[in-house]
């Protein structure tokens, strides 16, 4: 991979709490943990200290969305076009 970018999972960094990815997929937040343990929950969930938590890569993918490239100079050129719409 270019040096100069990442995937945008990789920007999002922090995995995510079961009960915020549940909301984002549609599904009941108090039914998320009885899918998780089922198996049938949308996309992987991994246990960090006790909590369900799932990493950006895997919402995204379960979200039907892509994980593009992303560019840190790209980053600085929305940056700075978008001051210049203040």
Not at 23 to 51: M, N, Q, S, Y
Not at 67 to 82: H, K
């Amino acid at each position: 991979m270019n040096p100069s970018g990442m995937r945008l999972s990789q920007w999002l960094g922090e995995p995510m709490p079961l009960r915020k990815v549940a909301d984002l997929l549609g599904v009941d937040a108090a039914k998320a943990c009885h899918l998780v343990r089922a198996g049938r929950f949308p996309c992987r969930v991994t246990k960090e200290r006790g909590k369900y938590v799932v990493l950006p890569a895997d919402v995204l993918a379960a979200m039907g969305l892509d994980d593009p490239i992303v560019r840190i100079v790209d980053l600085l050129a929305g940056a700075d076009f978008a001051r210049s719409w203040e």
